[in-house]
Structure formats: C-alpha cells, structure tokens
C-alpha cells in the first residue's frame, strides 16, 4: 500500500554501501522504520541530506503489513529549518530532543495530536530569535501528557511533596524514595504551567536548568520501561549560562 504523510526524523543509520535506514514518527501511523537507497545525482528523489535528527518531513512509502522495514519511495523536506542547523545552542537541544523521542516513542502508535506538538514545537524553537535556554524543559514537560502520565496540578498546596512514581502531589512523605520535597516540587509546578511564549520569565541558572533535566529524565524513567541513560545529556548540560 502506497502511503502519503507527513514525518518527523528520530535518528537514521548506514545499511550497507548505498542505504540508509531511518526512524520516524509520522502523523497517519506512528512510529515506522524505513529502508531507502541514497541517490548521489541532483535528481535523485532521497537524499541523505534530508534525514537529519527532528527534520520535519513529507514522505511516501510502500507500507507492507507485519513489515519491521518499509520502502521509502521519495521525501521532500515539509517545513524548512532556517535556524536550527546554525545555531549550536539550538542544534544540541534538538540533538538531545531527538535522542529522547528515540526511547519515549518506542512502539508508540498513531497520535495526531502528539505528532502536532512535536512538530509545532520544533518550527517554534527555529523561530525563536531569543530567551529558549528552557525550551527543552518546557517541550519534556508537556510530553508526558500526550504520553498519560502528566500530573494533575488541580489539588496542589503549599508545603506538599511531588510523589515522582504516583504523578502526583501530596501532603505527606511517600514512603518510597522516588520524591521532590516542596522546594522541587514548586519549581516542578511552576515548570508545568509554563508555555514556551511565558518560559522566558522563569530564570535559571546552567546548574538549575541542569538539575531539571536530571529530575525530568527521572520520572521519565520511572513511567517508561527500559529507559536507558542519555548519550547527548553530557553536552547539553555545557550550554547556556
């Protein structure tokens, strides 16, 4: 079956002398692995240029039921970044960004809404001309929505814990240790009301910011199995002031 739709590159590998093996996200089926031969010519339909991390792509491919690979026939570049692949502040958020969706979209099945956020937010990030050193937090933050285990912010008050395995606030110590006490637990509340046009008015330092992505990636692994330790963490964590 011949598929049109749009997608979004996760990461993309050598296969041989001449064939690339990507992983995207796509709007119409979810994840999907793709095989394609790279054309060298200036008519070549596939380009390897074309598949770098969090690209924002059109694709179609021969899709065969049960297949683990599936034959990309031509992809076209569906939203241009004009920024992303300049900048290197911007270039190793999406590095890590990419990374990330790598292990939080396995086996993920179709969700249009999801695949919306993702792209939306990365045109958003290559517009920004300022202020996005939290832009990572806030696009993490909101993810675990789509992914069902966002908190619920309804019943927060002063004083409470963040109950890090429950996805929850409270008043009491857990009795486990996967916890923030109050202090973390506002600032983890305040992440949360944050949109990426208000995120510029909550001030961190590196060794804040840092100390987010480490409790974010936490929970991460708290919720999804198998999570494994993040390779681009290290050079994220160098950026900004």
Same mark, same amino acid.
């Given at each position: 079956?011949?598929?049109?739709?749009?997608?979004?590159?996760?990461?993309?590998f /050598?296969?041989?002398?001449?064939s690339?093996?990507?992983?995207?996200?796509?709007?119409?089926?979810?994840r999907?692995?793709?095989?394609s031969?790279m054309?060298?010519?200036?008519?070549?339909?596939?380009?390897?240029?074309?598949?770098?991390?969090?690209?924002?792509?059109?694709i179609?491919?021969?899709?065969?039921?049960?297949?683990?690979?599936?034959?990309?026939?031509?992809?076209?570049?569906?939203?241009?970044?004009?920024?992303?692949?300049?900048?290197?502040y911007?270039?190793?958020?999406?590095?890590?960004?990419a990374?990330?969706?790598?292990?939080?979209?396995?086996?993920?099945?179709?969700?249009?809404s999801? +695949?919306?956020?993702?792209?939306?937010?990365?045109?958003?990030?290559?517009?920004?001309?300022?202020?996005?050193?939290?832009f /990572?937090?806030?696009?993490?933050?909101?993810?675990?929505r +789509?992914?069902? +285990?966002?908190?619920n912010?309804?019943?927060?008050?002063?004083?409470?814990?963040?109950?890090?395995?429950?996805?929850?606030?409270?008043?009491l110590?857990p009795?486990h240790?996967?916890?923030?006490?109050?202090?973390?637990?506002?600032?983890m509340?305040?992440?949360?009301r944050?949109?990426y046009?208000?995120?510029?008015l909550?001030?961190?330092?590196?060794?804040?910011?840092?100390h987010?992505?480490e409790?974010?990636?936490?929970?991460?692994?708290? /919720?999804?199995p198998?999570?494994?330790?993040?390779?681009?963490l290290?050079?994220?964590?160098?950026? +900004?002031?």
């Amino acid at each position: 079956m011949i598929m049109k739709t749009r997608a979004i590159v996760l990461k993309s590998f /050598h296969y041989g002398e001449d064939s690339l093996i990507i992983d995207m996200f796509t709007e119409d089926s979810g994840r999907m692995s793709f095989i394609s031969r790279m054309g060298k010519s200036k008519k070549a339909k596939v380009k390897k240029q074309l598949f770098s991390p969090l690209s924002l792509l059109e694709i179609e491919c021969d899709v065969r039921q049960k297949a683990q690979l599936h034959r990309l026939k031509d992809a076209r570049i569906a939203a241009p970044f004009t920024s992303i692949p300049f900048d290197p502040y911007k270039l190793s958020i999406s590095l890590f960004l990419a990374e990330f969706l790598q292990y939080a979209l396995r086996g993920e099945q179709k969700d249009e809404s999801l +695949f919306v956020y993702i792209f939306n937010s990365m045109r958003w990030l290559d517009a920004c001309t300022r202020s996005f050193a939290n832009f /990572h937090i806030v696009f993490l933050m909101h993810l675990s929505r +789509f992914l069902g +285990f966002y908190p619920n912010l309804s019943g927060k008050r002063y004083g409470d814990y963040f109950d890090l395995r429950g996805a929850c606030f409270c008043s009491l110590r857990p009795s486990h240790p996967y916890y923030l006490l109050p202090k973390d637990a506002s600032v983890m509340e305040l992440l949360m009301r944050l949109n990426y046009q208000t995120m510029h008015l909550f001030a961190m330092n590196r060794a804040e910011r840092n100390h987010c992505i480490e409790v974010i990636i936490a929970y991460y692994k708290l /919720h999804l199995p198998d999570f494994p330790d993040m390779k681009s963490l290290d050079v994220l964590g160098q950026l +900004f002031s």
